[in-house]
């Protein structure tokens, strides 16, 4: 049996930087992959799917430049070998980069192979027994497969298969109309394809307020996307070299290929948590304290398995929690989070806290103010002006709440909102700040200024 002081079974963007910390420290620890280093943001979900957006604004921006008096002529090509290319060498940096900087630790040593428990200080790794009083949990998570009728028998693509795509679809048929869909729906349809979007919601992107929703379905619509919400009956079968999408009360459609995109499943089944006592929910995400400590003493989860946010910066902040408490004697909360995220579509959708919808539920007295991105003056400079700004706040305590910024740079604006948030600033301080003219955040206090309760 080999000892460690620390085991971190997932190398996503947790667990790893909380090991190389500990093994700054001189701590052995063990850090146990089973295929990559990075996790989802590195290999199948950030870096490679945003190069992707990227390759496939450029293509937008070409075929839109007559409108901005460039001339180009021909109509635009899409090499997909070479769209492919560029996310993987993205990808490869990024993971070849982990790899130089944890062979330089003493202290680590990275294992790769499917870590069981044994118990709950031991794993087993490769026929060898490890054991460690501390065990962190990094270990992410999947594509959900629903079980719709015939789709075990067509060759479906995941939102991890469909990187390694390529070639173009003639026509992509999205099945999922939330974060990670619309994504590829979007960008298939720049680089040339027919997409189709089937969400069985009644809404696309359904955790926003329905005015959002509603933009979000606008952007895309006026794309050429075709979108079937409130799908029922979903169902697939094979039609000579491609497939046959049916939906109840629509006509069946012929896609090329099928994009699944209905959420993701934590990789804790066949951990053997069991063996260790672990708890976990109906889902199978590890259930875990405001320290991120699971119902086991010295066991912990971080990262998308552990329910609490399914992205890289909260994963990262897992991190952060976890090493303050630990390492340096702080004592962090995840409950202290403000929720922050972003869609990117393009333009993309900024979000921070509360939607108007939660905040009049919580029993507030609620103050709302809403601008169309054609008031902005620098959508209209740049003549990209789909979508508003909307701020919610507190309007007996003053406090924002929440915001939604739908249009361009809305991903990068709404950090003036966060901070404010993060830093308890209330909105009338934030009113009489003075921004840069021209950009998308000078709006903020003029939308401040025009909160009204509702």
Same mark, same amino acid.
């Given at each position: ?63 839109? %430049? ?32 982990? +790899? ?11 294992? =790769?192979?499917?870590?069981? #428990? ?17 065990? #962190? ?10 079980? #719709? ?6 060759? =479906? ?33 720049? #680089? ?8 069985? %919601? ?10 959002? !929703?509603?933009?979000? $379905?606008?952007?895309?619509?006026? $794309? ?23 939906? !109840? %009360? ?5 896609? !090329? ?40 003493? %010295? ?35 995840? !409950? ?48 990209? +002006? ?69």
């Amino acid at each position: 049996m080999k000892t460690y002081d620390a085991i971190f079974i997932g190398a996503g963007q947790a667990g790893p930087f909380l090991a190389a910390r500990m093994a700054e420290k001189g701590m052995k620890v063990a850090l146990i992959e089973r295929k990559y280093l990075g996790g989802t943001c590195v290999n199948a979900g950030c870096m490679p799917t945003k190069t992707l957006v990227a390759s496939a604004r450029a293509a937008h921006v070409a075929r839109t %430049g007559g409108d901005y008096g460039v001339k180009i002529s021909g109509p635009i090509g899409i090499d997909m070998k070479v769209v492919r290319k560029r996310a993987e060498t993205v990808t490869m940096n990024a993971r070849n980069g982990l +790899t130089g900087w944890f062979s330089g630790m003493k202290s680590m040593e990275v294992i =790769y192979g499917h870590a069981t #428990f044994t118990g709950a200080r031991t794993v087993e790794v490769n026929g060898e027994v490890l054991t460690a009083p501390q065990i #962190f949990l990094n270990v992410g998570a999947r594509p959900t497969i629903p079980d #719709f009728p015939g789709l075990a028998d067509v060759d =479906y693509l995941t939102s991890t298969s469909i990187i390694q795509l390529d070639t173009l679809p003639r026509h992509l048929v999205v099945i999922g109309g939330s974060y990670i869909g619309l994504e590829f729906a979007q960008m298939y349809r720049r #680089f040339g394809a027919e997409v189709t979007v089937i969400e069985r %919601g009644p809404k696309l992107a359904s955790r926003e307020d329905e005015d959002v !929703s509603d933009a979000i $379905e606008e952007i895309i619509a006026s $794309e050429g996307i075709a979108v079937h919400t409130g799908a029922e009956n979903i169902a697939f079968a094979k039609a000579g070299d491609g497939i046959t999408v049916s939906i !109840s %009360g629509k006509p069946d459609i012929k896609a !090329s290929h099928v994009l699944v995109a209905t959420g993701r499943t934590p990789n804790t089944g066949d951990l053997g948590l069991d063996k260790a006592g672990v708890a976990t929910d109906k889902r199978g995400f590890i259930t875990v304290d405001e320290r991120l400590m699971t119902n086991v003493e %010295g066991i912990y989860a971080l990262g998308d398995c552990n329910g609490h946010g399914a992205f890289t910066h909260t994963s990262y902040n897992d991190f952060e929690i976890a090493a303050a408490n630990l390492l340096d004697g702080g004592d962090r909360k995840v !409950s202290s989070r403000i929720p922050a995220y972003a869609l990117y579509i393009d333009p993309p959708l900024g979000r921070a806290g509360m939607t108007e919808k939660q905040a009049r539920a919580s029993g507030r007295e609620v103050a709302v103010s809403k601008r169309p991105m054609s008031r902005v003056g620098r959508a209209n400079e740049r003549g990209e +002006t789909k979508g508003f700004m909307k701020i919610v706040a507190d309007a007996e305590t003053q406090e924002i709440l929440g915001a939604a910024f739908l249009g361009i740079e809305g991903d990068e604006a709404i950090h003036g909102i966060i901070d404010a948030m993060n830093a308890g600033t209330t909105y009338p301080v934030l009113q009489w700040s003075v921004p840069i003219h021209p950009t998308v955040s000078e709006l903020i206090p003029t939308i401040i200024g025009d909160l009204k309760p509702v």
